[in-house]
């Protein structure tokens, strides 16, 4: 994968600290009190952090999406016909999903959407050429990597 610039952000800043245990999690994101959370775990494996990070950082770019922009990416999951995803926390909740959670975007559906946005945006940008949670085929990620370059980088992303 060829580099892509990271995004500029706009907003307030966002207070990040490490913990020695966040028991079964990696890391929490606590956006009414801008708050990110990681365990110390994230150190003991090469990119961890990095990937993390940025999934965490685009928990807070999520919520101040336009519900317009969010549905676009929405039909980005729902045109895609593969199984795979670029993070565990998507994949697991897609693994769950039935056709009806899509057709009646139930809040299954709104969490699988937010937390495949947040992989996708750590694949995209946390700089790893490769993990063994990057199962998505290439062909849907180069469809995710065209939209978020898109959506994301002409204008300073709000957090």
């Known amino acids: 994968m060829t580099s892509v610039r990271f995004p500029s952000f706009e907003g307030l800043p ?9 028991g079964p999690h990696l890391a929490a994101t606590f956006i009414p009190r801008r708050l990110i959370l990681m365990d110390k775990e994230v150190f003991a494996r090469p990119g961890d952090f990095e990937r993390i990070f940025v999934h965490e950082l685009f928990h807070f770019v999520w919520v ?3 519900n317009a922009v969010r549905r676009e990416w929405e039909a980005v999951l729902a045109s895609e016909d593969a199984e795979g995803e670029l993070g565990w926390s998507a994949e697991w909740r897609k693994q769950k999903l039935t056709p009806a959670d899509r057709r ?14 947040c992989d996708t945006a750590a694949w995209l940008y946390a700089g790893l ?3 063994d ?15 978020m370059t898109q959506k994301l980088a002409p204008n300073a992303v709000a957090i």
């Open 14 to 22: 966002i207070k990040v600290e490490i913990r020695s245990s966040l």
């Open 64 to 66: 101040r999406l336009s």
């Open 104 to 117: 009646k975007r139930t809040p299954k559906w709104r969490r699988y959407a937010r937390e495949s946005f």
């Open 129 to 131: 050429a490769d993990h």
């Open 133 to 147: 949670e990057f199962t998505l085929p290439a062909a849907a990620r180069r469809f995710r990597r065209r939209w």
